[in-house]
């Protein structure tokens, strides 16, 4: 967590850095042999001494710098591979005034970042974990297959729900980070929003396609939508009126569905 200080406002980032290797270290594993290896902790404390030489303004730029260092200093190393996953906060708010040192989190949402750094060639990707989406209107799923196992229903108006991950792959590292991933986002949940769904997949579908209509800059972008199913009670059973406004949410078992759409 790096919190620079600020008179009347403070700022927040809250990262979790994954690194990892892959190189010319076979002899730390047939002899025994750790003078090419870097230890581990070294690893972790150079995540703390570049994040203390400058403010950390966007995951995937702090990547960047992070394998950078580390192929500049690692002559057995091929790739350096940086996950980044940055915890989002909010000053909180009490009306039109925000609390310039008091932050809340947003939710179980979380933004996310992938470096892979090759001697030679360097992938810059991004992402979001654990969107909590829910559209209650223009879903849909029917003509599906049916056997004697089948017991779903057909329904043309159904709750759609998902925990969306999305993660993308941007053609070149010559990106504003921040705006072209509020600019994903922002397409993703308009797309989810406008959409009439006649599955899961359907609608997955249309959102891969609306970012890579709307964004240039993104490749290729993979999501994974599980199907958070709301199963409807019926209430007449209790002797009230029953106007389909009571449902439960139900974890398992539940459809999982993902896709990648290129360009």
Known sequence: MQLLRRPGRDALRD???????RGQFDESYTDGDNSAVLPTDTMKNTVYALAAREPVHEPETFGLALARHFLERNPRLRRAR????????GHIARGEREYGHAFVRKGGEARTAAI???RKRLIVGAGIADLLILKSAHSAFSGFPRDEFTTLPETRDRILATSLTATWRYGDADVEFGSAWRAVRTTLLDVFAEHHSESVQHTLYAMGQGVLDAIPHVTAIRLVMPNKHHLPIDVSRFGVEDRHEIF????????????????
Request: aromatic content about 6%; cysteine-free; proline content about 3%.
């Open 15 to 21: 990262l979790t850095v994954a690194i990892s290797f």
């Open 82 to 89: 940086i996950d980044l996953t940055e915890h989002l906060w």
């Open 116 to 118: 892979q750094a090759h």
């Open 248 to 263: 439960v949410a139900t974890e398992e078992p539940h459809g999982l569905i993902e896709a990648t759409i290129s360009r």
